[in-house]
């Protein structure tokens, strides 16, 4: 790309740009890790209806994706995320995150076991420097992969079926595990990983054969539903599931400009996968202490009365003291709920007694709302086809 070209288009094209800017009717785009990305096609609900009751198409190319090789590549991210990598199998996934030293999170993402000594950390934010520095002493190679590889999530409850319509045998494979396909002479890695809650899959491939594995999917799709669908349905679908967003949910502590709004990962919620017992890992000693006196915040799921969503609303208790504010709401169309999440302070993560402030817009007026809100346990949304095995026809 020319200096030129850059002057006039600043936002890289995805592989599959020939195909979404396409179909993208209302020329709706966003920007997400310097490329550009469809926000909505033509309609958010009939997109997010897909990801509940078809299939879906989205392009996940952007998001930043790290090659970690090397004889001591699982020593190495042992030593920097907070879970047990020793313990992953090899064509398996697992959910992670990592933190600074003081124990505030950085950010969260999926790493895959590719082979024993070969590992690819995808993620929200940009940590080149941070993984380089934090891999002194090991023997790893760390490349940003991220341009070389063209992603796709395929998500919904026919998406198995849409697979097996193109001729891959995904019957066997689990959640959170990997499998190769011969496709367009090269492999095609499929991993049953996503960002909706619901069944799904991701497909991973090189940028050369992106266009012959998106109108493939598309033409043996059809019959099932498949729909492309934008960032804006997706992030509905999330919400609904209850997963976190770094920059939405959390502040990562790199980027923080006031030191009181990082995060831990015990105050958000994910102190289920710290593996205390592995040994060192950075940030290890911080949250060690605050395991023992407690953390300021804890991030809770909630219920809210009524449709109208409270994102951005702050929490009170008795109606009267500031306790928290909401990260993520919607009214969910699956759900028929209005359910948010949030974060609160240690002391009332209880919710006993918290009311939330939403002004709702009235023909041309906003009228405030003080409603009552429930704890409620996340996930919001967690049908029993995304675990199922092969999953349903």
């Not at 288009?9 to 020939?18: I, N």
């Not at 009751?53 to 004889?71: E, H, Q």
């Not at 790199?254 to 102190?271: F, I, K, N």
């Amino acid at each position: 790309m020319t200096a030129t070209s850059l002057h006039r288009q600043p936002l890289a094209e995805t592989p599959f740009h020939p195909r979404t800017s396409a179909l993208n009717r209302l020329h709706n785009w966003g920007a997400w890790a310097g490329y550009r990305t469809a926000g909505c096609y033509g309609d958010t609900v009939m997109e997010h209806t897909a990801i509940r009751n078809a299939a879906s198409l989205y392009d996940i190319t952007p998001m930043i994706k790290y090659r970690i090789t090397g004889p001591d590549a699982a020593a190495y991210l042992d030593r920097l995320t907070v879970r047990n990598v020793s313990n992953l199998a090899e064509k398996a996934v697992h959910y992670t995150a990592w933190t600074d030293d003081a124990g505030q999170m950085m950010d969260d993402g999926t790493l895959f076991r590719l082979g024993p000594q070969d590992f690819r950390l995808c993620c929200q934010e940009r940590h080149l420097p941070w993984l380089r520095d934090s891999a002194w002493g090991f023997d790893v190679a760390i490349a940003d992969e991220t341009e070389s590889v063209a992603a796709l999530a395929l998500q919904g409850p026919t998406s198995a079926a849409v697979l097996r319509a193109c001729g891959f045998d995904i019957d066997g494979l689990k959640p959170f595990r990997m499998a190769e396909f011969a496709f367009a002479e090269t492999n095609l890695l499929i991993s049953r990983t996503g960002f909706t809650g619901d069944l799904g899959y991701e497909l991973w491939i090189a940028p050369a054969q992106a266009l012959a594995l998106w109108d493939h999917l598309m033409l043996q799709g059809a019959p099932f539903g498949l729909m492309p669908v934008g960032s804006d349905a997706v992030m509905l679908a999330r919400t609904e599931a209850g997963f976190l967003t770094a920059n939405l949910d959390f502040i990562p502590a790199q980027q923080a400009l006031r030191e009181d709004r990082s995060r831990s990962p015990l105050e958000l919620g994910l102190g289920w996968m710290v593996d205390w017992n592995k040994g060192p890992f950075t940030g290890r000693r911080a949250l060690l202490a605050e395991r023992e006196t407690g953390g300021r915040w804890a991030l809770v799921g909630l219920d809210i009365p009524g449709n109208v969503s409270a994102e951005g609303a702050i929490l009170y208790h008795r109606k009267t003291a500031e306790v928290g504010f909401i990260t993520a709401a919607c009214w969910s169309p699956t759900l028929k709920r209005n359910v948010a999440l949030a974060q609160v302070q240690a002391r009332h993560a209880d919710c006993r007694d918290l009311w939330v402030e939403i002004y709702a817009l009235r023909e041309l007026q906003y009228v405030k709302l003080m409603l009552p809100v429930r704890a409620t346990p996340r996930p919001f949304f967690a049908p029993g086809r995304r675990r199922a095995t092969p999953p349903p026809a």
